[in-house]
């Protein structure tokens, strides 16, 4: 058990609904990921936190998504008008420390400790 | 942005063969190199890492991989695989200059008894 856990584990929906996956990250980390991955392939980063604020985002991270971590501990993605191309496993993931380190300029590497993932079905 | 490519998809082996996945990235910059491993119905781990140092890297249950700065590769090696490295590996690459770790395409292990 890595500690970090995703809600829900599967959702199905109809094209053009709204959706919420939940991560729950281990406790003392205060970095955050959110990655797509699809079939046949590797994890796609989509955007990162670091405590409440969102650093990074993708490109693929169209205005229809959204993710929010408002208090540094858990954090939610929303899909909204879902689209069939939507479907994917969207994983979490979470790191004590980072790649790069802000203050010293110099890198932190952290490793990824990732949940189990939250599959989407859009019909 | 920097790039990976995991040459095999899919790899067959029996027991107690020898193993090497291929991984290769494209980034000029100084980089830090992991494999993860997802078992089947499993979230993904950790399987080794490489930051600086020795370019050969020792990670869990017999894994190794090396780290050929020339090459542009980080392929990972086991001698003598066992029914339990049925899995799928995945090559990452995170380039230090940015918070963005890519992954690879993923191979597929299947180690026949």
């Known amino acids: 058990d890595t500690g970090v856990s995703q809600d829900p584990r599967h959702k199905i929906t109809k094209r053009g609904q709204n959706v919420t996956f939940r991560c729950d990250p281990i406790?003392?980390?205060?970095?955050l990921y959110w990655y797509r991955q699809t079939l046949g392939q590797g994890p796609e980063f989509l955007t990162y936190?670091?405590?409440?604020?969102?650093?990074?985002k993708s490109r693929l991270l169209s205005d229809r998504f959204s993710a929010e971590r408002p208090k540094g501990s858990f954090s939610t993605l929303e899909i909204q008008r879902t689209e069939q191309g939507d479907s994917a496993m969207y994983l979490c993931?979470?790191?004590?420390?980072?790649?790069?380190?802000?203050?010293?300029?110099?890198?932190?590497?952290?490793?990824?400790?990732f949940g189990e993932g939250s599959r989407l079905t859009v019909l | 942005a920097q790039s990976v490519s995991q040459h095999n998809h899919h790899v067959i082996l029996s027991e107690a063969a020898s193993l090497e996945l291929g991984c290769n990235y494209s980034?000029?910059?100084?980089?830090?190199l992991f494999w993860y491993v997802q078992y089947p119905g499993q979230h993904l781990q950790l399987l080794l890492k490489y930051f600086s140092g020795d370019p050969l890297v020792k990670g869990i249950k017999g894994f190794e991989a090396e780290f050929i700065k020339s090459k542009f590769s980080f392929n990972l090696r086991k001698p003598s695989v066992q029914w339990s490295d049925t899995a799928e590996y995945f090559c990452?690459?995170?380039?230090?200059?940015?918070?963005?770790?890519?992954f690879g395409a993923g191979t597929r292990l299947t180690v026949k008894p």
């Open positions: 990452a690459v995170n380039a230090r200059n940015n918070n963005d770790m890519r």
């Open positions: 993931a979470s790191s004590l420390g980072g790649f790069r380190d802000t203050i010293s300029r110099s890198a932190t590497p952290g490793e990824l400790f």
């Open positions: 980034y000029g910059g100084t980089v830090n």
């Open positions: 936190f670091q405590n409440e604020a969102q650093l990074e």
């Open positions: 406790s003392e980390h205060n970095r």
